[in-house]
């Protein structure tokens, strides 16, 4: 049996003004990469009940090169452990990124990680595309 890869966007919390670059539209497009995301049902908030479940996929899914979860948090302190990173996210602080990435394979999540800026939203509507998670609606003609 092939096996399934899906990804998806977790949202923390609404969009704030620092996170106003997610929401910039790629020249041919009248919408922005995240509401097309959204669109295509790719955009999940989290919900406080799945939290320990989330922290429990981030350490399932750690990279081995990264020491302290810097590829999921923001800025995060030499040694921080599990329970600080669930603390952390339960009280949403500025350590937690408004967005994440996530990459399944069969259903569990393979890949974990912070969206930094607009393009990896712009690259992740392309992959999502090749996969057939998208149709290319939203596109508009440059003619």
Excluded: C
């Amino acid at each position: 049996m092939p096996k399934m890869k899906k990804l998806y966007v977790i949202r923390t919390r609404p969009l704030g003004i620092g996170d106003l670059v997610f929401a910039l539209r790629p020249r041919r497009t009248s919408y922005s990469s995240l509401e097309i995301l959204e669109e295509a049902g790719l955009v999940r908030d989290l919900d406080p009940k799945w939290e320990h479940q989330f922290v429990s996929d981030l350490v399932a899914t750690h990279p081995a090169y990264e020491k302290d979860f810097e590829h999921a948090l923001i800025k995060p302190p030499k040694g921080i452990l599990p329970s600080q990173v669930y603390k952390e996210l339960h009280a949403r602080s500025k350590m937690i990124p408004t967005l994440f990435i996530v990459h399944t394979q069969n259903d569990h999540p393979i890949m974990i990680k912070k969206v930094e800026s607009y393009y990896e939203l712009l690259s992740l509507v392309q992959d999502a595309r090749d996969d057939g998670l998208l149709s290319e609606k939203g596109e508009e003609d440059d003619e």
